[in-house]
């Protein structure tokens, strides 16, 4: 597995400070690491204990202008910008502390906190990065003329249109994200504002820390800032930027083509929820995973299916008769003229052939690895099968009782043993190895 395929969080905490923008009070912003499988979360260190706020759009309380979330009561306003730098430098794990309830705006581009996370530096985790494609095109469209689609790609990609009103400033972009072209071609565009926006962002007691250093002024066809534009198609570039950290709210990374025509945290948010709705419906193919009881417990075949994936004709165990400690299972398997391999094995002499005895074992024997902390809703894959014997033939009316014990586990690869036994007697045994997968 190559770094890229791993999990990454910040190798040690960084901060800045500066005035944030819509409530113009002065913060202090760290970013600190996180465990694997963590995510992103908001820390307010301002608050008596320090409450967490998961960066997830079930969260989101309000995107007007910026993109807000709220857990119990407690905000964090205009997040989308250290989310999209955290998201386009490939960190995955990261506690965002804060000592207000915004992060500063700094110059309204993502390029200081990417200068943060370089200063931080990214450690290697070792769990792999997970990262949801896009199987199925997600299409939306709002009245008042924003499309955002994203459609199957290898890779992550954004095309996007920015239209101002009236059709001024149209931009288009299109460029695959990943660390380096996010840090060149992203980070450092500004957000920007219409002139006539303005008073009523001021009304609702917005943009109380808006100046010209951080945001680009559009007035009529003149543009108010302090400093030359960063690219020609800034405005464009801008809107990615934002897309980027709004999309993050639904945790997962993805593979896809982003297409957005007029974006905005609004149906930005929208689309991650879409992003959400698909995924947990591509997990509702998994088998959820079964509680299998410890002690003597006796399972009928509806509960053996519950924890195996096999069936008619390969379902090789009719019952579960008994556990003994957390390694041994014992089985059985009513054997009937009615199994469909005994029309071919042999036809006027019908034996049950000595493969599917085997592989009964391995099905009793993978119900005590599925059993193992840990293991639940997975799937055991034959490895190999060593010093198999079979002693006796097996004729329908018999009764096969199956007889396993898993000696060794290490990680995801386990050692057994199993036998059959019919009457009292050893019919077929073996040595079996597994491996133990995800469904």
């Known amino acids: 597995m190559s770094a890229s395929d791993r999990q990454h969080t910040l190798a040690k905490a960084a901060s800045i400070t500066g005035t944030s923008l819509h409530t113009g009070e002065q913060v202090a912003l760290t970013l600190q690491p996180a465990p694997e499988n963590f995510g992103f979360k908001f820390r307010r260190i301002d608050l008596e204990d320090k409450p967490f706020i998961p960066a997830l759009v079930e969260k989101v309380q309000k995107v007007e202008r910026a993109t807000t979330i709220a857990e119990g009561g407690v905000n964090v306003h205009t997040v989308e910008h250290v989310i999209s730098a955290l998201t386009g430098m490939g960190v995955d794990n990261a506690i965002i502390e804060m000592d207000a309830n915004e992060p500063p705006i700094v110059d309204g581009s993502s390029q200081p906190f990417v200068e943060l996370i370089k200063k931080a530096g990214l450690q290697e985790q070792s769990e792999p990065r997970k990262i949801f494609e896009i199987r199925e095109p997600i299409y939306q469209e709002t009245r008042d003329g924003t499309i955002l689609t994203i459609v199957p790609d290898k890779k992550f990609r954004v095309s996007c249109t920015n239209v101002g009103p009236g059709g001024r400033f149209t931009q ?174 042999f036809p006027g002499h019908p034996i049950m052939p000595g493969v599917l005895q085997l592989e009964a074992m391995a099905q009793v024997a993978s119900i005590v690895l599925l059993r193992l902390p840990g293991n639940e809703g997975k799937i055991g894959y034959f490895m190999s099968a060593n010093n198999v014997k079979w002693r006796k033939p097996v004729l329908p009316g018999d009764t096969l009782f199956i007889e396993t014990e898993v000696l060794k586990v290490k990680r995801s690869i386990a050692q057994a043993v199993g036998r059959c036994v019919v009457n009292g007697q050893v019919v077929s045994e073996a040595d079996l190895m597994f491996s133990v997968v995800d469904r």
Not at 187 to 212: C, N, Q, S
Not at 270 to 288: C, D, K, L, T
Not at 294 to 308: F, Q, R, T, Y
């Open 172 to 345: 288009y972009l299109s460029l695959e994200i990943t660390p380096e072209t996010y840090e060149k071609e992203i980070a450092p565009a500004r957000t920007f504002v219409y002139y006539e926006d303005i008073a009523p962002l001021m009304e609702k007691g917005l943009i109380k820390g808006g100046t010209l250093e951080a945001a680009v002024v559009v007035r009529g066809e003149t543009l108010l800032s302090k400093q030359p534009l960063r690219f020609e198609n800034e405005f464009v570039r801008h809107k990615i930027l934002d897309i980027v950290g709004d999309l993050m709210l639904s945790g997962k990374r993805i593979r896809g083509h982003v297409i957005a025509v007029r974006p905005g945290h609004g149906p930005n948010t929208e689309m991650a929820r879409a992003i959400v709705a698909q995924y947990n419906a591509m997990r509702a193919m998994v088998p959820p995973a079964v509680n299998i009881p410890g002690g003597e417990a006796v399972l009928d075949v509806n509960e053996v299916m519950n924890i195996l994936p096999h069936r008619y004709p390969f379902l090789l165990v009719d019952r579960i008769v008994g556990f003994e400690g957390e390694n041994k299972c014992r089985g059985v398997k009513n054997v009937t003229i009615n199994e469909p391999y005994f029309q071919g094995h």
